[in-house]
């Protein structure tokens, strides 16, 4: 995704709410800065002109590898169960490999029963660490 479209603005408006009720839907502005982004690859679920779902691949260098970390995945309700998911996290995993990324992590709440069927379906393995958060 490199333009920031209103078909795109008016997707997100509808997906994120499905994804978090704890956060507002991205601005134009931040969807631009995303796509203006060299590490942030905004992946989208397209069929018939309608987005479906998104996924968001950062892909970083730190000093032990190349890395990759897949975010916000969301598809939308009405096509959940049709592949969109599996789709999306495929394309993420090619483009990590195409950008010579050794790993690709992921978080996902334990909630989230299907979502984690899935990762474990795609080759994802549950690693025993700690995640930790600091609000700012």
Known sequence: MSEVTDDL???FERLIPQLSSSNPPPSRDTLAEIAAS???H???AVEDGRIHGSLTLVVFP???ARRAWIE???VDGEARGKGVGASLNERALDLARELGCSTVDLTSRPSREAANRLYRRLGFEL???NVYRFEL
Do not use: N
């Open 9 to 11: 603005v008016t997707a």
């Open 38 to 40: 060299d590490a942030c």
């Open 42 to 44: 905004l992946l989208l």
């Open 62 to 64: 730190i000093p032990t």
């Open 72 to 74: 916000d995945v969301v």
């Open 127 to 129: 690693r025993e660490t």
